[in-house]
């Protein structure tokens, strides 16, 4: 079993509709990361966090410790946010090597 | 603000042939890393540094060799290459090891033929 599991693995959403990425992870952590890579793209960091929730423009990402689980959020959808959303978490090792990544939920928006 | 800098962004490699993909970044951090990304898969740790100097392996550190001999600087070298090594190679890099936004480069698809 994956240490970090995403869900779900494919998402096509209309535009303008609210979408939810999840992420579920099995051991302790100490901060987890949100990811975007766009087709053919690099990796660009959305969020970090390790409580709560944070937002930034249309994106929410929320954490729940004692669930080990976390949710990002993209309200009224567009096609440029179409895009592989990864999920990544700190290990509670407290080594620069355990960050752990999931496979990543494929987004497609369409018109 | 360039960021993190990777080259080439392609390449395509013989089996046995070697090679070094660069990176850099311009940021002055001290923590950097290596990761391939197969499809299907999470990114996996190839190598990382904590420091100019200082390398460790990752997950995944059998068939390469890196280097830090600056805070800038960490290539990655592919000694003998092989088709288990087709892969997506991203580097990428943060200020502190357990809690800090991550800047990755734009990757570098190597094909191994």
């Known amino acids: 079993k994956n240490e970090v599991e995403q869900s779900p693995q494919n998402l096509t959403a209309q535009e303008g509709e609210f979408i939810t990425i999840n992420c579920s992870y099995s051991v302790g952590i100490s901060a987890l990361h949100w990811l975007q890579q766009h087709p053919g793209g690099g990796i660009v960091s959305l969020f970090m966090?390790?409580?709560g929730k944070k937002k930034h423009g249309r994106l929410i990402a929320t954490i729940n410790i004692q669930e080990k689980h976390s949710s990002l959020h993209i309200t009224a959808s567009h096609p440029r946010d179409s895009a592989v959303y990864i999920c990544?978490?700190?290990?509670?090792?407290?080594?620069?090597?355990?960050?752990?990544f999931g496979t990543g939920t494929r987004l497609q928006v369409t018109l | 603000n360039a960021g993190v800098t990777q080259t080439p962004k392609f390449r395509i490699l013989k089996i046995g042939q070697s090679m070094t993909l660069q990176c850099t970044q311009d940021m002055n951090h001290n923590y950097m890393y290596w990761y391939r990304q197969d499809p299907g898969m999470g990114l996996k740790l190839i190598y990382y540094s904590v420091g100019a100097g200082i390398t460790d392996k990752g997950e995944v550190p059998n068939g390469y060799n890196v280097s830090r001999s600056t805070t800038e600087d960490f290539p990655l070298r592919l000694e003998l290459a092989a088709p288990s090594q087709t892969s997506v190679y991203f580097c990428?890099?943060?200020?502190?090891?357990?809690?800090?936004?991550?800047?990755f480069g734009e990757g570098s698809r190597l094909t191994v033929l």
């Open positions: 990428a890099s943060n200020t502190r090891r357990v809690v800090g936004e991550l800047f």
């Open positions: 966090l390790s409580s």
């Open positions: 990544a978490v700190h290990l509670n090792t407290g080594t620069a090597s355990k960050l752990t």
